[in-house]
């Protein structure tokens, strides 16, 4: 690291050597698929996925912090982050990252060469990745950072603007399972919004169109609030329940409305960049 913690810039390799990096694609690690490592904390999941929409409501300046840090507890990881590509990227300033928690908190706005990156492979490949990162990668960057155990790297995208979203372990070998993976996707799918709605706030803002920021917010609240009430009748029933409930079918049920608010980020993103209009085929 040049200059220190904060700050992950460092010099273009052009051989190919070994760069200290293991980045495997998922769908081709049956092991991972294989891994069962987690009981879910329904109570987390839902509060995790409140917090979020209450930041897309209310604060959108803050969603891809909230975003990094849902994804530390909602995982159990012990670094996540969501790095971007530079709109003035060069070489030695290619990936830019946007936000930080866990023990990498400390990495916020570092910058990462084009090569060697893990995010690149990721984007190229365009699917979640398993990724290890060894001293050797360290010492290349001239940065003093722990290294990466276990990882999960997912792609997301809006518009020209490319990026990723990722969680670390930094001692265990098996930190994650495929439930991860899911919940990681629908963070992805939210970070791809998160970005999306703080252009179209900055855009409505040089506009001076108060109203029309006022009413993208307002329709959001209203979209996303149906799937997180039913959410929240979910952990509701869970905690009422004499004998604890059936947890596998309360399982089931949550991640029925995960994947209902995930589809709902989709058709989010599917609104033309500078729209602020409702539409009127979302739930």
């Given at each position: ?18 760069t ?11 092991s ?11 109570a987390t999941?839902?509060?995790?996925m ?22 530390v507890?909602?995982c ?5 982050g969501?790095?971007?590509e530079r ?10 990252w ?6 990498y ?7 990462l ?35 990466v155990?276990?990882g ?10 490319r990026g ?6 930094h001692?265990?070998t098996?930190?994650?399972?495929a ?6 996707q629908?963070l ?16 409505l ?15 959001l ?15 509701y029933?869970?905690?009422?329940a ?11 049920d ?5 994947q209902?608010l ?8 599917a ?7 409702s539409?009127?085929?979302?739930p």
């Open positions: 690291m040049a200059g220190g913690k904060g700050k992950m810039s460092g010099a273009v390799l052009n051989s190919a050597e070994d200290g990096l293991e980045v495997i694609d998922l769908h081709n690690d049956s991972f698929a294989e891994r069962r490592l987690h009981v879910r904390d329904v999941q839902i509060e995790g409140h917090r979020l929409a209450r930041a897309f409501v209310s604060n959108p300046d803050t969603i891809l912090q909230e975003l990094v840090n849902a994804a507890d909602l159990g990881a012990d670094s996540a969501i790095s971007m709109e003035d990227r060069t070489d030695e300033n290619f990936y830019h946007v936000a930080t928690a866990g023990e908190s400390g990495f916020l706005n570092a910058t060469p084009r090569y060697p990156s893990a995010c690149g492979i990721c984007l190229e490949r365009g699917q979640p990745q398993i990724f290890r990162v060894t001293q050797r990668f360290f010492d290349l960057m001239g940065v003093d950072a722990p290294t155990t276990d999960l790297l997912l792609p997301w995208q809006v518009d020209e603007t990723t979203i990722w969680i670390m372990a001692g265990r098996e930190a994650f399972d439930d991860d993976c899911r919940m990681m629908v992805a799918n939210f970070a791809a919004m998160g970005v999306r709605q703080q252009r179209q706030q900055k855009i803002m040089e506009q001076a169109s108060a109203a029309a920021a006022a009413a993208m917010a307002n329709d609240a209203h979209k996303i609030n149906n799937p997180l009430q039913s959410l929240t009748n979910v952990v029933l869970a905690a009422e004499k004998s604890g409930g059936d947890a596998k079918a309360l399982a089931l949550l991640s029925e409305h995960i209902r995930s589809l709902l980020v989709g058709k989010l993103l609104l033309p960049s500078g729209a602020g209009r539409d009127s085929s979302l």
